[in-house]
């Protein structure tokens, strides 16, 4: 999608974009000639066709975003982090009686499993770390669940 | 005053440049595998998911790197068959490691991370309305497995398709830009219902430049291990639609493979049955198809065996 600010014959630049509410995104564009802006508030229908390609509306994620989302998407809805602020915490599953860390390095290599079946593939691991003695995920861990399951 | 292509970029939202990102990934990640192979029918029941299995198995059982990809998201099956429900899935440094059955088949299915109590879910702005994106999300996911897992250099990949003409066509739009390494196979039974189903689909194939190795005629007669012997289960006229393909073989159904299916124990060494060599027959005709389809390949695949 393009914004052309018509005075200014100029293309519009996103500037913002809001997380949803009910189904509506906020995304803001300006001018940069004149300044002006203008917001475009998707419909549901909208909003859901992006979502459905799997991709997310304005800039890129910093790595620490991205690190912070792969620790909190430990039970979201499928895809749920493809549009900023869609996350879904409410399926959370039960937690386990001791906690269990990941280091960073880690976390990280979460980030590269799929969204839909992170939070799946965080408690197995973690339930391969317990029956191993570990409280704490990190690379070592990693490596030794491929080893023992043979990947 | 400017049109939309007289605007460089895309304004910021960067969908396409996420798209472009995304069929990049997908190639890498497919970039060792020699042989893309939709098993499809168009019809529902008729036997996909096993003969996907099975035949994976007997050309794995050949020497061949086999890798299976359960395209039923929404009813998964291999995961129970190939015996890797519950599997992990677990991130290495760039992709992730697939779960393995105990032949060596790498397999990727929805099964192994969703119980079969559940369905598949996918939340919606639009208040449900499913009809109106939830294949875009489906084949959006298709992409997600396809980037993200460490599919490495296998000789075949096996796509289980789900039912459905008009979805055997888009998964065929879906693998365009990996043609020519891509092949299609239909299972039919023999019933005339079926056969006129995937006659429809063979026509749809036929629309565009996609290339159908031949069908499969699954439960073709059932195997009586009482009396050793393969007896009819469908009356065959002569007037059953005709399939304007070749046909690779006909395979029992025997209650036993039926078993091991459901079981999740793969048929890593076939018996001398009737399916058993009916499989192992229809494996062999595959690899010959495909082998002379690749005669430019650098490495013949018969060198494997």
Redesign the interface.
């Known amino acids: 999608m393009k914004f052309l600010c018509v005075p200014c014959d100029s293309p519009m630049k996103l500037q913002t974009v809001g997380p949803p509410e009910r189904g509506s995104l906020s995304i803001v564009y300006s001018c940069p000639e004149c300044g002006y802006e203008i917001a475009m508030l998707t419909n549901a229908y909208e909003t859901q066709a992006v979502q459905s390609l799997g991709v997310r509306i304005g800039p890129e994620k910093s790595v620490a975003e991205a690190s912070a989302d792969a620790g909190s998407a430990a039970g979201g809805c499928p895809f749920s982090a493809m549009i900023p602020g869609t996350q879904d915490s409410q399926r959370r599953e039960a937690p386990d009686p001791v906690p269990v860390r990941w280091t960073a390095a880690a976390e990280a290599r979460l980030a590269n499993v799929p969204e839909f079946v992170r939070p799946m593939a965080r408690a197995g691991i973690e339930r391969f770390a317990r029956d191993n003695g570990s409280l704490e995920v990190d690379e070592k861990i990693l490596d030794a669940a491929r080893e023992f399951f043979g990947m | ?2 049109g ?1 292509h007289d ?9 396409l440049e ?2 472009a990102e ?1 069929r990049s990934r997908i190639a890498d990640g497919l970039a060792g595998v020699r042989h893309l192979l939709a098993v499809g029918s168009g019809k529902g029941g008729v036997g996909k998911s096993t003969l996907t299995l099975h035949l994976a198995g007997a050309l794995r059982a050949r020497g061949l790197r086999i890798a299976i990809l359960d395209a039923d998201f929404n009813g998964p099956s291999q995961a129970r068959m190939a015996g890797v429900q519950g ?14 059955a105990s032949n060596g088949i790498a397999v990727f299915s929805m099964g192994s ?1 969703i119980p079969e109590s559940t369905a ?8 449900g ?1 499913s009809h ?3 294949a ?2 489906e084949f ?2 298709l ?3 396809l980037a ?1 897992f460490e599919w490495g250099a296998l000789d075949v990949l096996m796509f289980d398709l789900p039912p459905g003409a008009e979805r055997t066509v888009q998964y065929a739009d879906f693998l365009d830009p990996f043609k020519p390494r891509v092949s299609f196979v239909l299972v039919t039974i023999p019933s005339e219902v079926a056969r006129g189903v995937v006659a429809r689909s063979v026509a749809a194939l036929s629309k565009g430049p996609n290339r159908v190795l031949g069908y499969v005629e699954n439960m073709s007669g059932y195997y009586c291990r009482d009396c050793n012997a393969v007896k009819p289960l469908f009356n065959v006229s002569q007037g059953r639609p005709a399939l304007q393909i070749p046909c690779l073989g006909t395979v029992p159904f025997d209650p036993e493979l039926a078993r091991h299916c459901d079981q999740g124990v793969p048929f890593t060494e076939l018996p001398d049955t009737p399916v058993g060599r009916a499989l192992d027959h229809v494996a062999q005709q595959l690899l010959d198809t495909l082998e002379s389809r690749s005669h430019s390949d650098e490495v013949s695949l018969r060198t494997l065996r």
């Open positions: 005053m400017k939309y605007i460089v970029g895309d304004g910021g939202s960067r969908i996420q798209v995304q599997a992990l899935f677990v991130p290495g440094a760039h992709k992730v490691a697939l779960p393995r991370v598949l879910d996918f939340e919606s702005a639009a208040s309305e109106t994106w939830r875009t999300r959006a996911l992409g997600e497995i993200s």
